[in-house]
Each structure stands twice: as C-alpha cells, then as structure tokens.
C-alpha cells in the first residue's frame, strides 16, 4: 500500500479524531479477533437479537454479504494521547501501529456486522477456496475513533446506537469499560479487582469485583440507586441522562476521585469490630459495604451532590465547585473518622438501629428497598455535611 497523509478529521466537541480506512476482510478480522472474543462475542455485547423480525435481519445481511454488498463501516475505537495522535501522520506508521495495538482496540459499534462477517466465512468454511477468495477481496470499511479519553469514546458510542435496536446499557459499558479499570487501579493502589471466578464473597475491605464496579459507574452516570442490568435499556431518558453525564470531560475523574474516596469509606468502616456480639445482619462494620446497596447508594448520592438527580443538569462550573466541596467535606470526614478508638466506633455506627429498621421492612423487594434505604441515608449524611454525631439520623431517614 503507498504511504501517504492520513485523512483524519478532529471532532471539536468531543477532542476525538475520525480517522477512515479500508482493510481486506481478512485483515479486519485478524485485527478484531481480540477486541471481539475477550468479550465473548455479539451476546456479551448486544442482548441477542430473538425475534423473528431480528432474526430475519441478521440472515438478509449474511445473505447481502455473500453476495458482495458493502456494509457501513464498523467503527473502532482506541485511547493516545496527544502526542501519540501527533506521530500518526503516515498511513504506513498508523497501520504499523494499529497492529501492535490490537489488545487495546475497542469495537464501539459493529458487533453484529461483525459477527455476519464471520458466519458468511464460516459458511464457505467446506470450499477452501472461495473462502480464501472472500477473505481477500472482500473490502471492509473501518472508522477509527482515536480519543484521549475513555469518557469520550464512551459518549460516542451511545450517541452512535441511540435509537437502533436497545443495547444492554451495562454491556456497552463493558465494552469499553478495560481502561477505566486501569486508570481505577493505577489512581487506588488500595483497591483490589477480584475477577469473575473469585469467590463472590471479599475477605477484607477494598476488594471488589469488576461487574459490581460497572454497576457503580453506570449508577454515578445514571445518579440512580435502581438499575435493571440484565434488562434491554429501553428507556432512553436513562440513556440520555448517561450521555448528558459522559458529555462532561471531567466526568471520569469525578468517579475515579468519589471511588477513591469511597475505599477509604470502607476501610475506615472496616476498623469497626464490637467485642460483642450484635443481632441482625450487620455485625461489624466492614458488612456495611459488603452489600452492593449499600455501595450503590453512596455513589449515587454522590453523583447527585454533583450533578443533580436525573432531570436536572447543572452547570459545568456548579458541578465543579459542587466537586470540591463534596471532596473537602468527605476528606475531613474520613479523617475525623480514621482517628475514632473502638468505642466511638461503636456509637457512631449504631448498627443495632440499621439491623432494626432494615429488617423492619413489610412487603416489595428486599434488593430495591435496600438500594432506597441507603441512597437516601447517605444522601441525609450529604445533606448535613457529614458532620453527624452518628449515623442513627442516617438509619431513620428511609
């Protein structure tokens, strides 16, 4: 291929760059083949396609395929910095690059296009050579999607599939979602990510499963308590509000800094063990944030705190100043709690008042009460700039 000047063009509002190339279909393929099966293929992506119309759709592009129809391009997307944008120049140098950096690629739309393209190779699987014939002259369209920061490839990617065909919100997320896990351990060495066959159950503060992380960014973005993850995103206002959220440049950094400060939340929750025993479900501290509803209610006051609940946008400049108060406020906080002995420990917490009201509960989901229950007791502990003599005013504002 003869070198020449990359035709890249910088999107202004998101600081990313469109970068448009065409491969040999076996070239694609070669270069997705991790990005595709890291994350299981189309049904880790996209909810399966199980209606008969659906079905119909997919078999008509398989057949357009084969036939030699060309497809609108699949767009990838990848994190540089500045500077690495600024030495792609040569198209020689960019596709050298691109393939020493395949782990690192994302497909932020394309799955199923994806995944027709290896069915129609699949199918010519028993004739050698027509499958090669098909793999080397058949023409794939690839947008690049070249950003700085993974919060803009996130918001390109729901603004790329609002209105087509409802995505499960938490798979997009995960699509994307491998550097964020690496900023979130490079800025918390405290934190420990337990992978999906660890055991469920954490043995000390800190320890977290990716999945449940997700979770807790998709409810900072949401600045909701209630999330129906294994359920197609239907409501678009939800998908909305996280595009509203991710349009903010400084909107990973808010979550990476109020997790940051969670962690300590928890291991300074985590100091907390009574010399007796206490009856109910939470018996020392630590159990507090061994619940994911409990997890999910603080961050989600916090994003509220921040942003506003869902429906109300505040300005870039009130999210900041909201930001560093929020900070302060938690920073002083934690320090105050870090230096309590035991005893002061065990009248702040006051866990016999939360195991009462939290069994006290009469009829609905135990899982959703819960996610209210805490949202609004740390929302209350928010509201009174944490400078509460305990937490019982927290337990009895649900």
């Known amino acids: 291929m003869p070198d020449k000047q990359l035709d890249m063009i910088k999107d202004n509002r998101t ?11 076996k070239d694609y393929l070669d270069l997705v083949k991790s990005a595709y099966e890291n994350k299981g293929g189309l049904e880790k992506q996209r909810t399966a396609l199980k209606t008969s119309t659906a079905k119909r759709i997919r078999e008509r592009m398989v057949s357009d395929l084969k036939a030699g129809t060309i497809l609108p391009p699949v767009v990838l997307g990848i994190v540089l910095s500045e500077t690495q944008v600024k030495q792609l120049a040569q198209l020689s140098y960019f596709m050298t690059f691109i393939s020493n950096a395949k782990e690192s690629l994302t497909i932020i739309d394309g799955m199923q296009r994806t995944t027709a393209m290896n069915e129609v190779v699949r199918l010519l699987s028993s004739d050698s050579e027509q499958k090669d014939k098909y793999l080397n002259e058949t023409q794939v369209r690839v947008e690049y999607w070249i950003a700085q920061s993974i919060n803009s490839l996130i918001y390109r990617m729901l603004v790329l599939n609002t209105g087509q065909v409802p995505w499960n919100l938490k798979r997009q997320i995960e699509v994307v979602f491998n550097p964020i896990i690496t900023e979130i351990k490079n800025s918390n060495p405290s934190l420990t990510l337990l992978e999906i066959d660890d055991s469920k159950s954490r043995h000390k503060a800190g320890q977290y499963q990716t999945d449940k992380l997700i979770e807790l960014f998709l409810a ?17 206002f939800s998908r909305l509000d996280f595009i509203e959220a991710t349009s903010n440049p400084s909107f990973t950094e808010y979550f990476k800094t109020i997790l940051s400060y969670f962690v300590r939340l928890d291991r300074a929750f985590d100091e907390y063990h009574p010399q007796e025993q206490i009856e109910g479900r939470f018996k020392k501290g630590r159990e507090i944030f061994d619940s ?31 930001f560093s108060q929020l900070s302060d406020k938690i920073d002083a906080f934690l320090e105050s709690l870090e230096k309590r002995d035991q005893q002061a420990l065990e009248t702040f917490f006051d866990l016999n008042t939360l195991n009462e009201v939290i069994s006290s509960r009469k009829t609905g989901s135990l899982g959703d009460y819960e996610r209210a229950f805490f949202l609004k007791a740390f929302e209350t502990l928010i509201e009174e700039k ?13």
């Open 292 to 322: 994911q509803p409990a997890r999910v209610g603080f961050i989600a006051a916090c994003a509220r705190e921040i942003m506003g609940k869902p429906g109300l946008e505040r300005s870039t400049a009130e999210k900041e100043e909201r």
């Open 15 to 25: 600081g990313c760059y469109s970068l448009l190339i065409s491969y040999p279909l």
């Open 386 to 398: 944490f400078k509460v003599p305990s937490l019982t005013v927290c337990w009895r504002a649900y």
């Open 220 to 236: 900072f973005g949401l600045r909701k308590e209630k999330i129906k993850l294994q359920e197609q995103l239907a409501d678009e």
